[in-house]
């Protein structure tokens, strides 16, 4: 049974940053593509960052390029989203989600809340 659980919301000034953990559990986790979505109040959930099985390749949402940094460490079966330079915008849920070829299932945490003040 595939587990994915979230750690390291919380409240932040503007300018701050905090680092979002998410660990894999129940399943091959160096197989599946994990990513960071994002729904803020009143918003439509998004995709905040992608990476690869192996780790080699990640993608960003616009709005997070250059302050954001996704990054798996396979061996230790987790996935983490460093988040510099955080903004007001920036407040919402954040869920992990795993996904593999061949499977039609999105798997996902249940979200950790993080909160930007100005």
């Known amino acids: 049974q595939v587990q994915l659980v979230e750690s390291g919301g919380g409240l932040v000034q503007s300018g701050g940053s905090l680092r979002l953990s998410c660990a894999g559990i129940?399943?091959?986790?160096?197989?599946?593509?994990m990513s960071w979505y994002r729904r803020g109040p009143g918003k439509e959930r998004e995709l905040v960052a992608a990476?690869?099985?192996?780790?080699?390749?990640?993608n960003y949402a616009d709005a997070v390029k250059g302050r954001f940094t996704i990054s798996r460490d396979n061996a230790k079966n987790t996935v983490t989203l460093q988040m510099n330079s955080l903004k007001p915008e920036d407040t919402a849920v954040y869920y992990c989600?795993?996904?593999?070829?061949?499977?039609?299932?999105?798997?996902w945490g249940q979200g950790t809340q993080v909160t930007v003040s100005s």
């Open positions: 989600a795993a996904v593999i070829a061949g499977d039609p299932s999105v798997y």
């Open positions: 129940g399943f091959t986790f160096r197989r599946f593509v």
């Open positions: 990476i690869t099985a192996p780790g080699g390749m990640s």
